[in-house]
């Protein structure tokens, strides 16, 4: 007689394991490029607004990993963050001269300096984010048990 045993258990454990792990590096990999992507990116006056940037990875109790990037400078009630990412204006001279952020993940295209800074680093990468993404999935999957 013949047979075969599968346990859920016992073979995707691993899988599991390595799936959060390759995937919050991922993830904090991501976030780290769209930190400083964005940062180079933003205008420039006096870089309180480039300083301000700050960032999170966490995972959840429901497994998600949550990525966060965000720019808060408050003058008053005012937020200059909101304002220099919102509103339409003209660059000054040293925002002129910055360069611009690219993304490790773009494929050498430069995210350029001005309105939408943040917004613009991830969509400029989401390509190559969502690839990492996927290389973290199947790196998972090849370094678990399950053959």
Do not use: C, W
Request: net charge positive.
């Amino acid at each position: 007689m013949a047979s075969f045993k599968f346990s859920s258990k016992e073979n995707f454990d691993g899988l599991v394991t390595n799936l959060q792990k390759e995937l919050n590096e991922a993830v904090e990999d991501i976030v780290l490029d769209i930190k400083r992507v964005s940062s180079e990116s933003a205008p420039h006056k006096t870089g309180a607004l480039e300083k301000s940037v700050t960032y999170s990875v966490k995972e959840l109790k429901s497994g998600r990993i949550n990525g966060t990037v965000k720019y808060k400078i408050k003058k008053g009630g005012f937020d200059y963050s909101i304002k220099m990412h919102e509103d339409f204006y003209k660059l000054g001279p040293q925002s002129q001269q910055k360069p611009g952020g690219k993304s490790q993940f773009a494929g050498g295209k430069t995210v350029p300096v001005g309105r939408k800074y943040l917004e613009n680093a991830v969509l400029y990468g989401e390509d190559g984010y969502a690839k990492h993404l996927e290389d973290a999935i199947n790196r998972a999957i090849k370094n678990s048990e399950i053959k």
